[in-house]
């Protein structure tokens, strides 16, 4: 079923449900999912020519009216080619409860306290499996073993998700009554349903030639079932006696009693436990299902994490499970083991693979069992969840030297297609980048074993032998306030003509996103009073003192894009958000910035943990390469050259601390905005360059063969300096010359006709800028990838097309032509950057007056009437409009609504005004007292303004504000700073 059939389905099972939720009395909840079901196989009955009466798998459609009935059977009838899919009862009763699984999460999210409990663990664990998914686990698990010692059967042509195994025709033909199948948490039987096609053919493969007798043979002795949602065992009956049918139409219900022996629902009152209960505890038939072993344990188990167990899962999963208690599935790994005598197949979040806190079931499961086949999917994997996915098959008491077939697809959009092909260019012989056939002993080579199959044979050599970051210096957690928003401030919000205020100190609290260097942009509380309180509240927490205001990196503890790692300056506090590396050595700290900014580094640490979460264990185990002294040395030197270019870019922000607001650098506009971004594009080129030189010098390090270091560049995204440099383009800058960077590996000729080419493209590019939030230095890796040159060669290209061919990229200057003017604003109104004195004192001024005052301003470089046409051209908006209309909520925008100037509304005129003269203005407009203070910060100082109305735009958001409010009291009463 793909996704336009899914939605229309999704959109039927809404309307199905309201209009028989509708026609019901107070159980209308039950009695219309009764309904809805029992008329939906109905209808699927109808589609697949399914002939006689419905077995009351769902109870019938007594509990609606029969006019709720009628129109539900009309709004099915419309939808026959939908349930024509073997499994489109399960995803009906799936989409059914999705309105309760996110009710649930939308009542859980955010609260630490709240545990889900036996009677939401349905909902809040309901994920179905793709059909591609049960395809391939199932015809790599039942599959393979009914291939074993048969090498020509004809059945393996037509499975589509077949892995090519080298050793795949060992062993003894089983029988296919041999091939017991268990699914311990079946939900609505879409494993047992692929598991029911693959045995059918088996038996024809054998000889049988009666379909009510294969049919019979397959769920009275074959398929095993278990499920903690009695409404999903019910769908997974339904769902394999409608397939019965459909093979053999005459067959009867009670010939079938497998329907109820051997799929059954656990007891409501075990806490949700289901098949994770030991079979001494389990009761009935759920005992009995438990207490045997079987040719195959596939499934699809439940996702939660210990944290939202409740206590009873919790104490028996640590009792039972000790290795594997910390979430469902990992226990789920181990339960089955014990199920299964030939093989397990499983869909699992791909964390057990890699993540340190699964260290020891990995040793436990990989002890006992050897994976055949792993397809690692990654997100998108599922249609309805966001989970990492993996799918794997492991071979119960298979041997660590056996060889298995590993599938990484983690950069495919479209999971099943790609499997496929993948599937069929393995077994075609071809030589397939994302196919990988390793032992597990390979794969697991690593320290904590994470399963790192695609790592070359040289470079898992040099990483077993290498020695752990944690060896040579210290990963720390940074602090934790508890309370943000009282203890922390942009560094705007505490600066003043003395710099900062007392009882603050820098806090990096930012560090994702940004390689090499970037200065702190917050700043902490850090009085006697409020160090008590981190050491003391019960969720804040500070670093041990001898981690306090040291030199060292930091870094993104969670990073949406890759992992990034920058300068930390000595006299800086850093948050939990920004963890922190401390060498041993601190000479060696510009090697370490290096490293964990390169390439090798982003790679490497995908190994231990494939999230964007990076816990200092992660760190902490990262192989060091064995490079030599002088080339640590070398990193070391063009780490702080990057690092140098990275500060560079950044202080071209206005909020950045490093700032410097220099008219004569923009004016007249139409003249500088040209220089200024060739300016930019150095910093960008000194950055790339030298990050590309530290990539290269590490690959040259680890001595790989070539086939092997080709492979790992092409893992790693290759690098921007692979392309070649074109004759007369390749030349570094002069301003670049003391850097000592390499310059191109390779330079060709290039002609007159394909120059102008090159150009042409490159030009559209530049043109259309770097998307919001894009760093200039990812923008112009863009554009090196995109025209597939030399960075060196696009700079010169850039160069030579703007200043002297006019190329322009419109979104960048304006964005330049607003900063200089927002930053004149606030310039004139008092506000000074760090590295600079104020020019005026905190001040108020009318829309006229700060328009006179910018015209004052600028005269001493050009006429003010050509800087505002100029301004004009290159915004799109006229000066005067912008500084009453677009000014202030930009300015909003950009200082993360902690504004250093406020736009203020009085009567007819508009007024802008620096915080600090707040008081001043609102004197005698209705807030009596209003008197705040700079340690309060600039949301609790606008909020009462923003309150009042007085405000020309708003600048916190409804939630914020009442928050701020509260806040406000609190500082009034004197309850708030420490």
Known sequence: MDNGARKKLRETVTLLRRMLEDGTGEAAGAEAWHAGMTLALEAAMAARGVAGPAPAFFGGTAGVLPAAEQRGRELLAGCGELLTAPAALGWLNQFWHSGERAGLAGRTRGDQCAKIGAGALVPATQVYSEPYMAAFLAENSLGALWLAGRPDSALAAGWRYRVGLPDESRGRPRRARELTVCDPACGAGNFLLAAFDLLYGMYREEGADDPAVICASIVNGNLFGADIDKRAVAVARAVLWLRAKERAPAIELAALPGLYANVVAADERDGGL???????????????????????????????????????????????????????????????????????????????????????????????????????????AFADAVVDAALFVLAVNGAAAEKGVYIKLLAAPRKAEALAEAVRGHNAGERRPEVFVRTVAEATALPGRPLAYWLGDGLRAALTEARPLKEAADVVLGMKTADNARFVRRWWEIWGPDGAADGWVPYEKEASGFRYARRAAHYVRWTEGARRYYGSYYSAQLPNTKYWFREGLAYGLVSSKAFTAKLLPAGCMTDMAASCVFAHDPQETPFLLGLLNAKLCQGLLKVFNPTVNYQPVDLQRLPLPAVSATTRQEIGRLALVAAAAADELRTLEPTDRGYRFAPAEFLPLSATLAQRAVRLWLAALRQVLAAAAVDRLLAAALALPPAEAAALTEELG??????????????????????????????RQCGGEELAVLKERLSLLYREGPKRGQLPEEFFIKLVAFIRLHPLTVYNLLCEGIVEEGWRCPPLEKEMALDFVSAAVLTLHGHAWPEQAAAADPGIMAIPAVRAALDELVAQRCVPAGFAADFAAVTGVALDRWLERGFFPRHVAQFKRRPVVWQLADGPDSWLMHWRCAGEFVAGRGLEGYAPEADWGGRVCVAPLQAAGMLAAPVLAAGELARALADWRRCLDGEYML
């Open 274 to 380: 289901g098949s994770l209960l030991t079979a001494a505890d389990a009761a009935g038939a759920l005992g009995r299902l438990l207490g045997r072993r079987y040719a195959v344990v596939l499934t699809n188990p439940p996702y939660l994490d210990k944290r939202d167990y409740a206590s009873t899962v919790r104490a028996y999963l640590r009792r039972h499970y000790p290795v594997a208690a910390g979430n469902l599935y990992a226990a789920f790994i181990t339960r089955c083991l014990a199920l299964a005598e030939e093989c397990v197949a499983m869909v699992t979040p791909q964390s057990f693979l890699y993540l340190q806190s699964y260290a020891k079931l990995r040793g436990e499961v990989f002890g006992q069992a050897a994976i055949r086949t792993l397809a690692h999917l990654g997100l998108g």
């Open 718 to 747: 290759g690098f921007p300096d692979e392309w070649p440099a074109l004759a007369g383009y390749e030349t570094l800058p002069p301003e670049l010359a003391d850097d000592r960077l390499p310059g191109p590996a390779s330079v």
